[in-house]
């Protein structure tokens, strides 16, 4: 009885597509026969029509010469999209396809794109630490180099994450004290009677424990650069004394009775608007001027989003340098929920999550399963808090996050977590502690 051919599978280019991305199948007249939906998006559908040359579609480096190389010798090649001219740039490889000893054409593998040497517009820029492709983080580059030319304050305000003290060395690292030390404290991090004594130091015997002198931040950044991340968390007993560092440049000791002159340049950052701080009285106007000479926003990682892929890309060509896996591609849901993702924590928690998924992944592909568990969980339904407001909305929306009701739609979505719930808060674990502490909830 004969046997009918079966048709194609539906599902052969949705598996094609989540095992190798964007892929053109070719025949042995170097023709394409198939696209997948990956490479006619990146390739337009018109150019990968049934029967168009390979050479019509992609413009390979060396010519004639270098597909020859990709098909024969399976050599990888730098080739670009005949349509789009100079500036994409990707590697290509080719796999034979055969049946039995029966040869049937290739796989053309179509690589990440990249910018070609000396383009403009979305051309990537690396300083002192930062990476982007984003025009708003190219502006502020550009700023920082104008402003590392003067003494004046700046404050520099952004999200955790964004990178607040890789802007602070970088207005050192370019600024005329160069040469002078770079100190950096968080000044959230500490309780207030220690945080005077690291940044003004102590004389001994100031204090139980005092058992010798110790010079403190400011000094220890003499002749050059002090960076005071979150400094909205200064106590307000400590910022009169901050403020008269700043006036007379010059410290006076824990515990000691004679002035210390400091020729110390101040970077200050915050993930909060200093002037809400200053309306609710949490913070002095004054000192809030003389910081805020000139001020920096950082934008965020979700106002940067052509920067995200690169950025994973980047970071997991760190990991290969000491790992066992190399990674050649994101699978296209992997690719979609990096990019979609809210990222409350930042460029920090890009890292981080291409670290876990990098562990405990495997093979060339890294697929949305290997992303943490908070990318596949469902986003909790909105709760009413104390205060009848939403818990996503107490969050999301930029509330006061010193309000009792925030502070428990905090510790509500963590699970009881502080250590997550300061994080969702952008703030430490010793900040939440003392304004829970404050709020009646140790």
């Known amino acids: 009885m004969p046997t009918s051919r079966a048709l194609?599978?539906?599902?052969?280019?949705?598996?094609?597509?989540?095992?190798?991305?964007?892929?053109?199948?070719?025949?042995?007249?170097?023709?394409?026969?198939?696209?997948?939906?990956?490479?006619?998006?990146?390739?337009?559908?018109?150019?990968?029509?049934?029967?168009?040359?390979?050479?019509?579609?992609?413009?390979?480096?060396?010519?004639?010469?270098?597909?020859?190389?990709?098909?024969?010798?399976?050599?990888?090649?730098?080739?670009?999209?005949?349509?789009?001219?100079?500036?994409?740039?990707?590697?290509?490889?080719?796999?034979?396809?055969?049946?039995?000893?029966?040869?049937?054409?290739?796989?053309?593998?179509?690589?990440?794109?990249?910018?070609?040497?000396?383009?403009?517009?979305?051309?990537?820029?690396?300083?002192?630490?930062?990476?982007?492709?984003?025009?708003?983080?190219?502006?502020?580059?550009?700023?920082?180099?104008?402003?590392?030319?003067?003494?004046?304050?700046?404050?520099?305000?952004?999200?955790?994450?964004?990178?607040?003290?890789?802007?602070?060395?970088?207005?050192?690292?370019?600024?005329?004290?160069?040469?002078?030390?770079?100190?950096?404290?968080?000044?959230?991090?500490?309780?207030?009677?220690?945080?005077?004594?690291?940044?003004?130091?102590?004389?001994?015997?100031?204090?139980?424990?005092?058992?010798?002198?110790?010079?403190?931040?400011?000094?220890?950044?003499?002749?050059?650069?002090?960076?005071?991340?979150?400094?909205?968390?200064?106590?307000?007993?400590?910022?009169?004394?901050?403020?008269?560092?700043?006036?007379?440049?010059?410290?006076?000791?824990?515990g000691g009775r004679s002035p210390v002159p400091v020729n110390v340049r101040i970077v200050a950052a915050t993930h909060r608007p200093l002037r809400r701080e200053v309306e609710a009285g949490r913070f002095r106007a004054d000192l809030m001027y003389r910081l805020r000479v000139v001020p920096l926003f950082l934008p965020s990682l979700r106002e940067r989003r052509e920067d995200i892929l690169p950025l994973a890309r980047r970071f997991l060509n760190e990991l290969e340098q000491s790992g066992p896996r190399h990674v050649e591609r994101f699978s296209p849901g992997a690719r979609n929920l990096l990019e979609s993702h809210g990222w409350p924590g930042n460029v920090r928690e890009l890292r981080n999550v291409m670290e876990y998924a990098y562990v405990i992944g495997e093979g060339p592909v890294l697929h949305e399963a290997d992303l943490p568990p908070e990318f596949s969980e469902p986003r909790p339904p909105p709760e009413a808090t104390g205060s009848a407001r939403p818990l996503v909305a107490a969050l999301d929306t930029g509330g006061d996050d010193h309000d009792p009701a925030t502070l428990r739609a905090a510790l509500a979505r963590a699970g009881g977590n502080r250590t997550e719930a300061a994080r969702l808060l952008g703030i430490s674990r010793v900040t939440l502690w003392r304004r829970l502490r404050a709020a009646g909830n140790p």
């Open 8 to 254: 194609p599978s539906p599902l052969l280019l949705p598996a094609l597509e989540a095992l190798a991305g964007a892929v053109l199948l070719v025949d042995l007249q170097q023709r394409v026969t198939t696209a997948t939906p990956e490479a006619e998006a990146r390739l337009g559908p018109e150019a990968v029509r049934p029967g168009t040359p390979l050479a019509e579609v992609l413009s390979v480096s060396e010519g004639a010469r270098g597909l020859e190389a990709l098909l024969s010798q399976g050599r990888q090649v730098e080739a670009r999209p005949h349509a789009s001219g100079p500036s994409r740039v990707m590697r290509v490889r080719a796999v034979p396809l055969s049946q039995g000893a029966k040869r049937l054409g290739w796989a053309v593998l179509l690589g990440a794109e990249t910018e070609a040497e000396g383009t403009k517009g979305d051309a990537e820029e690396t300083f002192h630490g930062m990476w982007t492709r984003n025009p708003g983080m190219k502006r502020l580059f550009r700023i920082v180099e104008k402003v590392a030319r003067t003494e004046s304050s700046v404050l520099v305000r952004g999200e955790s994450g964004t990178g607040k003290e890789l802007v602070a060395n970088a207005l050192h690292a370019i600024s005329a004290r160069r040469k002078g030390p770079f100190r950096a404290i968080n000044c959230a991090a500490l309780p207030p009677s220690l945080l005077e004594s690291e940044l003004f130091g102590h004389v001994r015997g100031a204090f139980t424990g005092a058992v010798r002198d110790s010079p403190g931040h400011f000094r220890l950044a003499d002749g050059g650069t002090l960076f005071l991340d979150e400094v909205a968390e200064i106590p307000l007993e400590l910022q009169g004394k901050l403020l008269r560092v700043l006036e007379t440049r010059s410290i006076i000791p824990v």
